[in-house]
């Protein structure tokens, strides 16, 4: 497959090989095998899961330093070309370029943008992935597990998070967190938050999101006063992560089998 689903969950496997940018990308696609064989939607995954690192390793993020620290990686001619567009973005209104589409290529570039655009901002960033319309519980969880990765727990809003469908899901990352790395909480936190709230509007079209709201803060306070429910976006990343806090390297099978049981 060539969709985003490898992407939306590879966020833990850059902060479990943190700086190890070598190991990341191995494992990356390790982590993306039991569903996706496809080059695109592998890449995306290793693509997704490096910048998870490089958003705790690089003091300034934008867009030209993200794609500057990207590119070198990139294997197929179509993420080398969509990580050039990235590195030229200079505001919001250029992201729709990106793509919002459930393929990896159509997604995950548009993700880092938003990320790259306001990393020190998690309602921000959330709100203008949510704000290209398309899938934007899969735009959101990316970028949220970006920023949640970079800021940390702290930076997150509490408000939202009581309308979280499960109300035990905080403690319960946080015990995984405390398995792994501090990091970590933030970006499961983030993650789910962003996929919760993106899974409202997804599927609908940028243009009627602009006839329904007048900015992407508007759309974040109407799905916050809401209950929130994630997706298996959120089931597949826990899984990952609960897969990493017991072994040392990942192997596709297993894997497999746990993503199975979930």
Request: contains cysteine; hydrophobic residues 45%.
């Amino acid at each position: 497959s060539l969709g985003n689903g490898a992407a939306m969950r590879s966020a833990p496997v850059g902060l479990r090989f943190f700086a190890d940018h070598e190991k990341i990308w191995q494992q990356a696609a390790a982590s993306a095998h039991p569903t996706h064989r496809h080059q695109l939607g592998v890449e995306g995954a290793q693509l997704m899961a490096l910048a998870t690192s490089l958003a705790i390793e690089l003091a300034d993020i934008n867009p030209p330093t993200l794609a500057t620290a990207l590119r070198p990686w990139c294997e197929t001619t179509v993420f080398g070309k969509r990580i050039e567009m990235l590195g030229a973005i200079q505001d919001s209104e250029e992201i729709a370029v990106l793509g919002t589409g459930i393929e990896a290529h159509e997604s995950v570039v548009t993700a880092l943008a938003c990320f790259a655009l306001t990393p020190n901002d998690y309602s921000r960033a959330i709100g203008l992935a949510i704000w290209q319309g398309g899938d934007t519980d899969t735009l959101a969880a990316m970028t949220g597990a970006l920023c949640g990765a970079r800021l940390g727990r702290g930076l997150i809003p509490d408000d939202p998070l009581a309308n979280l469908e499960d109300g035990e899901f905080v403690d319960h990352v946080c015990g995984m967190a405390a398995r792994l790395a501090a990091t970590i909480e933030g970006c499961l936190i983030g993650t789910a938050l962003a996929d919760a709230t993106g899974a409202l509007y997804e599927g609908v079209l940028r243009q009627d999101l602009r006839e329904q709201f007048d900015s992407p803060q508007s759309v974040l306070d109407h799905a916050w006063s809401r209950q929130l429910h994630y997706t298996d976006d959120t089931e597949m990343t826990l899984a990952l992560v609960e897969y990493l806090s017991r072994h040392e390297s990942i192997e596709s099978e297993p894997l497999m089998r746990l993503f199975v049981d979930r």
